[in-house]
């Protein structure tokens, strides 16, 4: 709507109608959709080029909608952010995430780290580390194989409250990786004052390397960066073996993309996990 002097009072078009309807209606939906099979928990393999091992996965959540079919969390996942429907939903990703770790763990497959993302709202529920605490009882994994992978953006607000959580969670054991680093707003200081173990590099710095120049250079000072303040970091997004020569060169190991495996249900992450097993 415009201020005073504009000759239009409309607040709402007829497209801004429409986009409204599809939220309310998506969110409706996605509330029934919590503890059902339509939500699922795929997972993405992460390995270390230095030793050729898988050392992890990310949990990332699907939503098979019965009619629409499956709905990207790109498209979901902000309509659940500005509801409470995110902390439903992570906590049923969190719980499926550890459940299937430690599952494989009893059947003799060789451990791996599970990172499972969090939203900021999901952060500043109260006693937050004690519920983690409690879903790491609940699924019986040792707190050392799960990593919670937060954005810079979950920061922003309550820095000083939003330490204190990070250390209890590191205290508990829990590693703790900044995602999509350098994507909002960055933020060297946050680096220096939270608890962290690891640096995620953004896809999109990941994506035209070795060839965009501006890319090559954000990913070189990225490295130094975690290097100097002795964090692990990771590249995501890795699909082209140009990037991962490039990635090896610059002193980054840690590898996430297509090139090493899609996101996949537990079924085939195991097989991989079997795999490793045999080697
Ligand atoms: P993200 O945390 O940055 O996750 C990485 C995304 O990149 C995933 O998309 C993954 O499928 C995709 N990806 C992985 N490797 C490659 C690659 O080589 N090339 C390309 N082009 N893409 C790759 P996805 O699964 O669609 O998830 C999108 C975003 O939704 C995630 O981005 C994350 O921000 C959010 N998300 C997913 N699951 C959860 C969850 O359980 N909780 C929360 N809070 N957010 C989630
Ligand atoms: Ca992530
Ligand atoms: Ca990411
Ligand atoms: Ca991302």
Known sequence: AKGAGGNTYRFFTPEMNARIFERVTLENSLRRALNSDQIAV???????????????????????????GDIP????????????????????????ACRQNRAWQDMGLPPVVMAVNLSAMQLRQPEFASRIAAVLTESGLDARWLELEITESAFIRDTERIVEVLQQLQALGIKLSVDDFGTGYSSLGYLKRLPFDRIKIDQSFVRDLPDNADDIAIVRAIIAI???????????????????????QQGCTLMQGYHFGRPAAAGQAEQLLRRMQDK
């Open 226 to 248: 975690a290097d100097s303040l002795q964090k692990e970091v990771i590249a995501e997004g890795v699909e082209q073996p140009q990037q991962i020569d490039f990635l090896l």
């Open 42 to 68: 795929h997972y993405q393999p992460q390995v270390d080029m230095h030793s050729g091992l898988l050392i992890g996965f990310e949990a990332l959540v699907r939503w098979h909608h019965p009619e629409q």
């Open 73 to 96: 969390p790109a498209r979901f996942i902000p309509i659940a952010e500005e509801s409470s429907l995110i902390n439903q939903i992570g906590d049923q990703v969190l719980r499926e």
